[in-house]
């Protein structure tokens, strides 16, 4: 019998899919993020590299369409769906999660317009692509503007504070120039990009437009992929943008157009996240779990020891708290509820107890716990990664009480659209 009992509330159709990304996390995700992390940056993306692979067979099973409309050859996944998969891919490798989960945005929002010219030559090349040759990022963050997105974006107009990156009108072009910070997941592979911009600095955040780029345009250079502590499997990098030009239908959504949005792809984007890390807790309570039953000190497994008992009882009340608060944020999505307040409590507290309990993971492995190559080793660097990406945990919940206390006012309206979606 397993520690956990992780098919708890599914349906069959709901178990039956839990079972195929379970396999594909464990036979193609959990192998190819050993293998990665110990390389430097440069082989991770490599032509001949292993996340090649993945992302190969990712696509060929069709993982790179989940929010994708049925008439575009997507599942139209429920939020538990969604739920489950995403779980198993984050137990598989919390990195190579989310570069599957943010390789569709660009072109998932490319579709949502309906425009003719962007189905022809954005978003059908992605979607019939079968071989992982079309990868797209998000580009938000910069150097200099990161929490600002989240702290100011929505309330009256700071015009001191807007992105840098900015996108002026020229004649029926937009011209683009700036640069989005290293941390641009997918950011040195990726084909195409959903990129903030700003386009009317008076507004300040408010200003913001989001346009499809593709990344071969002239003007466009890219930065070195960025070496980290955790993470490896997961690219990331800088884009530079130096007079790029796009046609006019490229930039999707216009100043006003996001004052809403905003919170609607940040909801998406926690509630994804919290998934992703119950998946890197479960992997490593699973871990600590079974080695607990083999190690022997004392003449006994150190599962027979209480102070090893205590613990990793501690560790699966965390883990199953964490699946509860994601499972309900991830339903929320799509209730027309107030939900941004749930999307960051799930993302900050799962983001949290993955890295505690792949710290209670290491301390129960001792000194092996430590050593390159060893699975917990590499789960508690991941996990740490998740306190700051996306969003600061100590950011996200300023805003989480900011939404929380709008909800709690009489006039509340729900600050999420009912077809927000997980981003990751």
């Known amino acids: 019998m397993p520690a956990i009992d992780i098919d708890e509330g599914l349906t069959p159709e709901q178990v039956q899919l839990r079972k195929e990304a379970h396999r594909f996390a464990s036979e193609v995700m959990r192998p190819a993020a050993l293998e990665l992390d110990d390389l430097p940056p440069e082989d991770v993306i490599a032509s001949d590299s292993r996340l090649r692979d993945v992302f190969r067979h990712a696509y060929t099973a069709g993982y790179h369409l989940r ?37 569709s945005m660009p072109f998932r929002f490319a579709a949502m317009t309906g425009n003719p010219d962007l189905m022809r030559d954005v978003v059908m090349p992605f979607v019939e692509d079968t071989e992982g040759k079309y990868v797209g990022c998000w580009c938000a963050t910069e150097p200099d503007h990161g929490s600002d997105l989240i702290l100011y974006s929505g309330e009256a107009s700071r ?29 040195t592979i990726a084909t195409h990009t959903l990129a903030f911009l700003s386009v009317d600095d008076s507004m300040g955040m408010n200003g913001i437009g989001v346009a499809v780029v593709p990344l071969d345009l002239p003007g466009i250079t890219k930065g070195k992929p960025l070496n980290k502590l955790g993470q490896r499997a997961l690219n990331q990098g800088e884009i530079f943008f130096d007079n790029v030009r796009i046609p006019r239908h490229y930039m999707l959504a216009e100043p006003g157009v996001m004052s809403g949005g905003t919170d609607n792809i940040l909801a998406g984007a926690n509630a994804g996240m919290s998934t992703t890390f119950c998946g890197v807790a479960r992997a490593a309570y699973e871990e ?39 499972k309900l944020a991830n339903r929320r999505l799509t209730s027309g509820q107030p939900t941004l307040h749930y999307s960051i409590a799930a993302k900050v507290y799962c983001t949290q107890t993955a890295f505690d309990i792949a710290d209670d993971a290491v301390q129960l492995f001792g000194g092996i716990g430590l050593a390159k190559g060893t699975p917990v080793e590499m789960l508690f660097r991941d996990a740490r990664a998740s306190l700051i990406e996306d969003g600061s945990n100590d950011v996200l919940a300023l805003l989480g009480f900011r939404s929380l206390r709008a909800a709690a006012s009489p006039d509340a309206v729900p600050d999420a659209a009912p077809n927000a979606a997980p981003t990751a």
């Open 159 to 187: 015009p001191d504070i807007h992105f840098d990156c900015a996108a002026r009108r020229d004649g029926d072009d937009w011209v683009i120039n700036g640069q989005k910070s290293a941390w641009v997941s997918n950011g």
């Open 288 to 326: 600590a779990f079974a080695y607990a039953q083999q190690r022997i000190q004392g003449g006994v497994p150190i599962a027979d020891h209480q102070l090893v008992q205590r613990r990793l009882f501690d560790m699966f009340s965390k883990l199953e708290a964490a699946r509860s608060l994601s």
């Open 67 to 103: 929010g994708f409309p049925e008439d575009l050859g997507g599942t139209s996944l429920s939020p538990a769906d969604s739920w489950v998969v995403s779980e198993e891919f984050g137990w598989g490798n919390g990195g190579l999660s989310i570069s599957l989960g943010v390789t």
